[in-house]
């Protein structure tokens, strides 16, 4: 009998493959191919219709706008990072850690919008879990529809016949479609549970919003198409340790990309933050050596955040170089520019390095902080905790100049700081802030 032919599939995001594979070449997750049979259908030759041409192309000026209604959620974080609220018809994909606040986050939508009708798929815990959760946001839920049934059909039915303003699913993982064997959250199941959601979306106008695990590295979990298939990826992020959550828009088909808003957890809910460099600045005017502060920018928002350095005799033959809330290599990086540049040397010291409050930043206009508060604590001199430092530093030891430059200083005035070192750019848009002098080299400074 001639051997079954079959292939390989990824389990995480649906990368094929003829031979088994450990790690998966798409996702790098490890052990997660499994064997399929070839079905024989598939491998049927297709001739070409030529009989019935579809829709003719037509031009562009020709094509009529749609209605692309905004739903204004109430939440003005939420909003903001959607470029102005849910766009009617939209298909949305939620991602974020197990915990972070991604179902707390709908039913605040729901608490926010009492005059918005939402649909919402609980495949994931209880209607009564749903409801005493409802009750420590305080959401009496007259406007909220709680479903239990995973089945995709069921939802779809469910759907048109509440025809809800807003259609969450929480999750996508949890969702199957009875005709297909393999199991809830395989990629099977979600490809095709997320591709019926989406002509349901568009067919029906009903604005559809999914949430989604993510993997070990932060991505979302499932095919990769999801993120294609869907007109907006946002990804909840923050600390489980810190009380802050940013939500970061990663794909938008309707406003801008990359805006971020700002929440804190607290007892009754998530509360929005209208000023984030409040929450990311230590209360104290503390008068240690080794900090220093930045203004990063994320999304369109300028944010003020603390360095926090700490050099110390190591008492390990390799010292220690470690970093939180920043790219341990750009740390080395810069701590070789100090050595080669600016005649320091770290030798023989432990160097750790902190963002306060639990932020990870990557801009490249923190370089500068970064930069100070290394000097400040190798040479033990405190920073005046009312300059601001922006600039990126290059190899050479030159820095470079910022994106924003006004933005950022403009927040920085308005948080109360006086002076800016910052590569040259003019002071008379400093809006309070004086600007120190150019940094055109690192031992300048101090
Ligand atoms: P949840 O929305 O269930 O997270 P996800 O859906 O992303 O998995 O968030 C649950 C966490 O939020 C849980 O650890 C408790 C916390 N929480 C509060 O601190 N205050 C609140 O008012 C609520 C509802 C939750
Ligand atoms: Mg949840």
Not at 324 to 336: E, K, M, N, V
Request: with cysteine.
């Amino acid at each position: 009998m001639a051997k079954e032919k079959t292939y390989f599939e990824c389990g995480s995001c649906g990368h094929l493959s003829p031979k088994w594979l450990g790690v998966c070449p798409g996702c790098e997750e490890w052990n997660t191919f499994s064997e399929k049979k070839i079905v024989k259908e598939h491998t049927k030759k297709h001739k070409i219709d030529i009989s019935s041409p579809g829709d003719a192309a037509i031009r562009l000026s020709e094509v009529k706008l749609g209605n692309r209604e905004r739903i204004s959620t109430n939440l003005q974080e939420f909003d903001r990072v959607l470029g102005g609220g849910l766009t009617r018809g939209s298909f949305s994909l939620l991602g974020g850690d197990p915990g972070i606040g991604k179902s707390t986050l709908m039913l605040q939508v729901a608490h926010k919008c009492p005059g918005l009708k939402i649909l919402y798929i609980a495949g994931e815990e209880s209607a009564s879990q749903i409801k005493q959760r409802a009750g420590r946001i305080g959401l009496n839920g007259d406007n909220l529809y709680v479903s239990s049934s995973t089945e995709v059909k069921h939802v779809i039915n469910q759907a048109r016949s509440i025809l809800p303003d807003l259609l969450v699913i929480d999750s996508i993982q949890t969702l199957f479609s009875d005709e297909l064997s393999s199991l809830p959250g395989s990629v099977q199941q979600v490809r095709e549970c997320s591709a019926l959601l989406q002509q349901i979306a568009k067919k029906e106008n009903i604005t559809t919003l999914m949430i989604g695990h993510v993997t070990k590295e932060g991505d979302i979990a499932g095919p990769r198409i999801l993120e294609h298939m869907v007109d907006t990826v946002l990804q909840f992020e923050g600390d489980k340790n810190h009380l802050y959550r940013l939500l970061r828009c990663v794909k938008n088909r309707f406003g801008p990309a990359q805006e971020v808003g700002v929440f804190e957890m607290k007892e009754g809910g998530l509360e929005e933050v209208s000023n984030p460099s409040a929450l990311f600045l230590s209360d104290t005017t503390n008068d240690v050596s080794g900090n220093s502060i930045t203004c990063i920018m994320e999304g369109t928002r300028p944010i003020l955040v603390e360095v926090q350095a700490l050099v110390s005799p190591s008492s390990y033959g390799t010292p220690q170089r470690t970093a939180s809330g920043f790219d341990q290599r750009r740390l080395s990086l810069l701590i070789a520019v100090l050595e080669k540049r600016a005649g320091l040397s770290y030798t023989g010291q432990d160097v750790y390095l902190n963002i306060a409050g639990g932020l990870k930043i990557s801009d490249p206009a923190a370089d500068l902080a970064v930069v100070s508060a290394l000097v400040s604590s190798l040479k033990d001199r405190v920073v005046d905790s009312s300059t601001l430092f922006i600039g990126e530093v290059g190899l050479g030891g030159e820095v470079r100049k910022v994106s924003f430059p006004e933005q950022r200083l403009r927040e920085a005035a308005k948080m109360g700081m006086k002076k800016a070192v910052t590569p040259n750019f003019k002071a008379d848009v400093a809006d309070g802030v004086t600007e120190m002098k150019t940094a055109a080299f690192i031992s300048d400074l101090f």
